[in-house]
């Protein structure tokens, strides 16, 4: 058996299979875990979910921003963006089971390898944040977010505030600086208060301001993170972090990383993308 984590797709299906081919990927022996943003921006959002549906015993998959989108979109509570790629799903005759099986998939994932734990995100964790209670939080939302109030939740999930996490937070507050810590933070402040208006890569930090990862006190040291979402910084393997994001649907690659016997034996895989999307338009 082979454990791979794969970064952001971003239904860029044609990448997604010429990659699984490079990795000789098998339903019956290896475990791979894609970081999220499985659709939107690329060509074929709706087949890169029905793969990941007919293999979800190896293709586990956590929830992204881009995700969460279409569940919003579908349900009529965000407008498509001029940039959204969705139609293939929201006029699938089976839209039904594409949304359902999304809706239930988690926003972190926690496995044991070699004797470590991997603690998986789409975006990242806040500084005050212990890797163990990511899961208990994540959980939180999954519950609104599979049940029959999704529609109600996710009128109420958009907002840039509360910008900061205080265990005190309840209600809509708290689960939406639960969603944006795990699907949108790149950038926050040393106490965790989280930016949302800067996309650039880390060595560009706005003043004040530095990458979720750096934060100097962040209680999830500990613990191995794989993460996606932040395509301008790319690849970088740390002994704490590893991100994934490599740009795929912008003409990037499609990244997978394969750990060997323990978390710290891993290898770097990539195909190149054809560009879906140019960055700006």
Known sequence: MALYCIGDIQGCHGSLQRLLATIDFSPSRDQVYLLGDLVNRGPDSAAVLRQCMAHEGSLHALLGNHDLHLLATAHGVRPPSRRDTLDVVLHADDRGAMLDWLARQPLARRIEHGGQPLLMVHAGVLPQWRADEVLDLAAEVQEPLRGPQRA?????????????????????????????????????SHEGVMDFASSE????????????????????????????????????????????????VWGGALSAVRFGATLAEHELIQVRCPQAQAPGQ
């Not at 990458?211 to 790319?234: C, E, K, M, N, Q």
Request: hydrophobic content about 45%; proline content about 6%; aromatic content about 12%.
């Open 152 to 188: 109600a939740f996710l009128q109420q999930m958009y907002g840039n505030t509360p910008a900061q996490w205080s265990y005190a937070l309840q209600g809509a507050d708290r689960l939406r600086v639960i969603v944006n810590a795990l699907t949108r933070l790149r950038f926050c």
């Open 201 to 248: 890569s880390a060595s560009a930090a706005p003043q004040g301001l530095l990458p979720w990862f750096d934060v100097p006190a962040r209680r999830s040291r500990d613990t191995l993170i794989a993460f996606g979402h932040w395509s301008t910084l790319g690849w970088m393997s740390r002994p704490d972090v590893l991100a994934l994001d490599t740009g795929c």
